[in-house]
């Protein structure tokens, strides 16, 4: 079945460091792809998506493309902030519109 | 402001005793999910439904029971509960996946 694995975490950076926390699926089909945030004590919410290969979904400065060939959605941010802590998970939607989750990683920025 | 509310957002229950979790949302959405949170596990899928009368089970379904009389409400029951449904539960709602799905906050469950 579909099927989504993401790096495992915590991943720990300096407030202004670069981010990339890696992403890749496995489909039968052409599915979309998203990045969703968890913050301490709520749930989720979606972060950014891409709904066909080449896409690039962006917001809040983070941004990942959907990438056919090597099945990958790799999440990004230039510079990130204390305020981004948070556990983020990497998502699929197939077909019948059920959403396929990774693992999560939790990601601490200290100032 | 359309929102969707689970309650309670905490509950201890003893093993055996059938428990039942609400979740009520305001978007109008037809697609409504339950999920359990757990370390290393991430969000698995427990129940979801399409729309009023449609239920379908997801891949950790097991011990859990859902029914969607109507719109707005999709209850997650535990008939028998196990210490092995302790976890954190979330449930989520869209008119379609490839556009946003909206979470509540969850709901923490202890069995003991």
Same mark, same amino acid.
């Given at each position: 079945? @579909?099927? *989504?694995?993401?790096?495992?975490?915590? &991943?720990?950076? !300096?407030?202004?460091?670069?981010?990339?926390?890696?992403?890749?699926?496995?489909?039968?089909?052409?599915?979309?792809?998203?990045?969703? #945030?968890?913050?301490?004590?709520?749930?989720?919410?979606?972060?950014?998506?891409?709904?066909?290969?080449? @896409?690039?979904?962006?917001?809040?400065?983070?941004?990942?493309?959907?990438?056919?060939?090597?099945?990958?959605?790799?999440?990004?941010?230039?510079?990130?902030? *204390? !305020? =981004?802590?948070? #556990?983020?998970?990497?998502?699929?939607?197939?077909?019948?519109?059920?959403?396929?989750?990774?693992?999560?990683?939790?990601?601490? #920025?200290?100032? | 402001?359309?929102?969707?509310?689970?309650?309670?957002?905490?509950?201890?229950?003893?093993?055996?005793?059938? *428990?039942?979790?609400?979740?009520?949302?305001?978007?109008?959405?037809?697609?409504?999910?339950?999920?359990?949170? =757990?370390?290393?596990?991430?969000?698995?899928?427990?129940?979801?439904?399409?729309? &009023?009368?449609?239920?379908?089970?997801?891949?950790?379904?097991?011990?859990?029971? *859902?029914?969607?009389?109507?719109?707005? =409400?999709?209850?997650?029951?535990?008939?028998?509960?196990?210490?092995?449904?302790? !976890?954190?539960?979330?449930?989520?709602?869209?008119?379609? &996946?490839?556009?946003?799905?909206?979470?509540?906050?969850?709901?923490?469950?202890?069995? &003991?």
């Amino acid at each position: 079945g @579909d099927s *989504v694995t993401q790096m495992e975490g915590p &991943v720990t950076l !300096s407030e202004e460091a670069f981010l990339t926390i890696n992403c890749t699926y496995t489909a039968t089909g052409y599915p979309s792809l998203f990045w969703y #945030v968890q913050y301490p004590g709520e749930g989720l919410q979606l972060l950014l998506k891409a709904t066909k290969a080449d @896409d690039k979904g962006s917001n809040k400065g983070f941004e990942a493309t959907y990438r056919k060939e090597t099945t990958s959605f790799h999440l990004e941010k230039g510079s990130v902030q *204390v !305020s =981004d802590s948070a #556990v983020y998970f990497c998502a699929l939607s197939d077909n019948t519109d059920k959403l396929i989750f990774g693992t999560g990683t939790r990601l601490q #920025v200290f100032p | 402001d359309a929102e969707i509310t689970q309650s309670p957002r905490h509950k201890i229950t003893e093993t055996g005793r059938q *428990v039942t979790l609400a979740c009520h949302q305001t978007w109008n959405h037809n697609n409504m999910f339950w999920y359990r949170q =757990d370390l290393g596990h991430g969000l698995r899928l427990i129940h979801y439904s399409y729309g &009023v009368q449609d239920t379908n089970k997801g891949e950790v379904s097991d011990g859990y029971s *859902v029914s969607r009389s109507n719109t707005e =409400d999709l209850p997650l029951t535990l008939e028998s509960a196990a210490s092995s449904q302790t !976890s954190v539960y979330f449930c989520a709602s869209s008119e379609r &996946v490839s556009t946003e799905a909206f979470f509540g906050q969850g709901t923490r469950l202890t069995v &003991v």
